[in-house]
């Protein structure tokens, strides 16, 4: 009861007209910085710190926030429409919203993503508000031996998924898993495959491969496929709004895309690229209509957009009870608390009450927000389909290259653009798919961390790996979901062999 | 693009301002480049240089920008190429780009920049979870005696100040430094939960970092490595528990290779007026940054001791191949 009384209050300070302009701008602010590739959340408030320096310190937390929020939902709009995802969280999303906007169902798949959004982003924020400190106790006790088994969950889902067969996925994955090899080893502090080339000494931009993959490659396909057959998108076809069955099909989607993305996201390694791609990949396999899957589902919309929502209120886990930054936005948030003398912490709920819930509420708030603001636009993005496909593709060549600018400026970062434009454009001419390489980017040298990590703890001794419980079940699961497949087909010729 | 107009912007509000005020167009109109992304350590304190250089009225305008890649590395190098002579740019750095250099194998290196100041300075901590055995830093030192590989320090990135200060305990105890079991982690977050999970037995960082954790009596602090205790702090120094380890975690900034000694005068200058202003010592308190101002030739000094120990470490621990 205690914490509906502390939320109550924080509710009172989060509805001050003040505050509620600051959670205004703050998802207007996201949402534009979303929908620009390369620019994400954490880049715009790192560039709004000086100047909320004198704003106080729970307007100007609440408005980061909003941008948070608002950034996560901006990444899925130019996803859906132009097949370019914002930030890698988004990427789910592309794949089924995309198709679907190309068939005329645009219209519904922002809708879905929207109240997708609104709907998880709710849960989890309720979730974040009475689990958080449970939940941080089992977040604390996740230790690298169990990060690894997860990605490797991750790994055989992904390959499973994607593609018209696992050796294609798989493929991709190893593609990516290669490029996550290039820069400075995290453990010992070397660079790999660079070739002594500065810039390489990070790594690879994962949004730099995303969207040199993404749009470029899709921008250089259509290209040449138009002496072919000019494909004609038609902006809307049907209704614009939901069907009562887009309805029946999304809200299992939701519920199961929040239970993914808000325990991962408030993992302290969790992130929300994990959560997006299993909902996905479970939306998949639990779909009444598979046949719909890779055309325009929407339970593949559904479903990682909820995930992606809730992952964002699941970070907050961390940083809040125990300031933990487990993404590049938290960390600015993090900044953003320090500046004002205040240490998120332990100690933080007990000192800042009014803070922290003025915060929570206000998530809820930016969440009815962005509902508002986001459904009544559905039907202007969705005219941007119409634009004749030239001019569409031109622009987001433009689009894609000023956002890498923007985030980097550099010849070689730009180069490497290219670059996966060309791999995207032959991966699509070959009929592999691309999603897997960008996961492999992702999670491969998180897994190859995590591994080294977790031997290094034990002296070596792989059995690590088998002794937690939490890694030994992950680690059954992935098996199991390798060997499935395989397993089934055998029966299938088993039962076809007595008959 | 958001860069790009707050540049515009800035032009824009800088022409205005050298029209409207003529007496004003004698000040300086300064860059200083924080080699990391935004957000990080390097990329606060250029910002916090900015903030106080234009509100105590020494610089009309600041402009911050961010090269981020391979701990600086990659800043350094375009500084040093892009700068050289220009007596209106500066750049941040710090303890962790010494290592970086080194262990990038970096062809710019310290040495060509102009040292101007030393800036700022956090003091470092180890800590271990609430229910740990160790009490005491001579617990941990026996433990290391006791069989190194079996202590595992959690800490930042592989060759920052964090792995050097490992290094560096384990050699102040009589330990073999190349054998300490350092695990890296990205960032402070993913190390505390790591410790407090008690996956590791001892983590190490910035104190202010882990500050709330050993107030709240989740950490034990078990000790700092302050010369002297810190005002209003019951953790012990190291050198009071007798063993010799004093470090921090400094930032300053350098000016571009190659300009003229009054150049350099004029930097110095308003890097002093900058330090002994109100503004500045508000930052510090803010963000919890202890003074550690040093300038001339005792900071050019500083730098080549600095980058001769660190090196020193990293080679004994194999990071650095002599």
Known sequence: ?499 | MLQYHARLLGAAVALTLAAASPALAQQLELKVMAPAAPGGGWDQTARAMQQALVASGVARSVQVTNVAGAGGSVGIAQFVNGAKGDGNQMMVNGFVMVGALAMNKSPVTLEQVTPIARLTEEIQVIVVPANSPLKTAQDLAAALKADIAKVTFAGGSAGGVDHVMAALFAGAIGADAKKVNYIPFSGGGESLAAILGAKVTAGISGLSEYEGQIKSGKLRALGVTSEKRIAGSDIPTFKEQGIDLVLANWRSVVAPPGITPEQKQKLNDAVEKMVKSDAWKDILKQKGWDDAYLSGDAFADFLKKENARVTDVLKSVGLVKS
């Open chain 1, 1 to 499: 009861m205690e914490t509906f009384a502390a939320l109550a209050h924080g509710m009172a300070v989060a509805m001050q007209p003040m505050n509620l302009l600051y959670a205004l701008i703050g998802v207007f602010l996201g949402t534009v910085v979303g929908v620009l590739p390369g620019i994400g959340p954490a880049l715009t408030v790192a560039l709004l710190l000086p100047v909320t320096y004198k704003l106080d310190p729970g307007g100007s937390l609440i408005m980061f926030a909003g941008i948070y929020y608002g950034g996560m939902y901006g990444g899925s709009t130019t996803a859906i429409l132009i097949n370019t995802p914002g930030e890698s969280a988004s990427m789910a999303t592309a794949l089924e919203g995309n198709k679907m906007a190309k068939a005329g169902r645009g219209g519904p798949a922002l809708a879905t993503s929207a109240i997708g959004s609104f709907v998880a982003g709710t849960i989890a924020t309720i979730g974040l508000a009475f689990l958080a400190p449970w939940l941080v106790d089992f977040a604390v006790r996740f230790g690298p031996e169990d990060y690894f088994a997860l990605m490797c969950v991750a790994f055989v889902t992904v390959s499973a998924t994607f593609g018209d067969s696992p050796i294609r996925g798989l493929t991709s994955l190893f593609i990516g898993l290669i490029l996550g090899l290039i820069g400075i080893d995290k453990l010992t502090g070397q660079p790999r495959l660079a070739f002594g080339i500065p810039e390489l000494l990070d790594g690879v931009e994962v949004t730099t491969l995303a969207v040199g993959l993404f749009a470029v490659g899709e921008a250089l396909y259509v290209a040449s496929r138009r002496h072919h057959t000019e494909e004609k998108l038609e902006p809307i076809r049907g209704s614009l709004w939901m069907t009562r069955q887009d309805w029946q099909r999304s809200w299992k989607p939701w519920l199961r895309g929040t239970l993914f993305g808000f325990p991962i996201g408030a993992l302290p390694a969790g992130g929300a690229e994990i959560p997006t791609f299993l909902s996905y990949s479970t939306e998949k396999r639990l779909t009444k209509y598979p046949e719909e899957f890779g055309k325009g589902a929407i339970e593949g919309v559904a479903g990682p957009e909820a995930a992606n929502n809730a992952s964002a209120a699941g970070t907050l886990v961390p940083l809040l009870t125990l300031g933990l930054p487990t993404s590049a936005t938290a960390a600015m948030m993090l900044a953003g608390f320090q500046q004002y003398g205040l240490n998120p912490g332990p100690l933080l709920f007990a000192e800042r009450p009014d803070l922290v819930w003025g915060l929570i509420a206000s998530l809820f708030i930016a969440n009815v927000m962005l509902l508002v603001l986001n459904l009544p636009l559905v039907g202007l993005w969705v005219k941007l389909l119409a634009i004749p496909q030239p001019w569409l593709y031109a622009g987001i060549l433009v689009f894609a290259c000023m956002g890498t600018i923007a985030a980097k400026p550099s010849v070689v970062e730009l180069s490497m653009l290219a670059g996966f434009g060309v791999m995207g454009f032959l991966m699509r001419r070959f009929d592999f798919p691309i999603a897997p390489v960008v996961i492999g980017l992702i999670l491969g040298p998180i897994a190859e961390s995590q591994l080294r990590r977790a031997l290094a703890i034990s002296l070596g001794d792989p059995m690590v790996l088998l002794q937690s419980p939490m890694s030994a079940t992950l680690l059954g699961i992935a098996l199991i979901a390798l060997l499935a497949p395989f397993v089934m087909k055998g029966l299938g010729r088993f039962k076809a062999n007595e008959d």
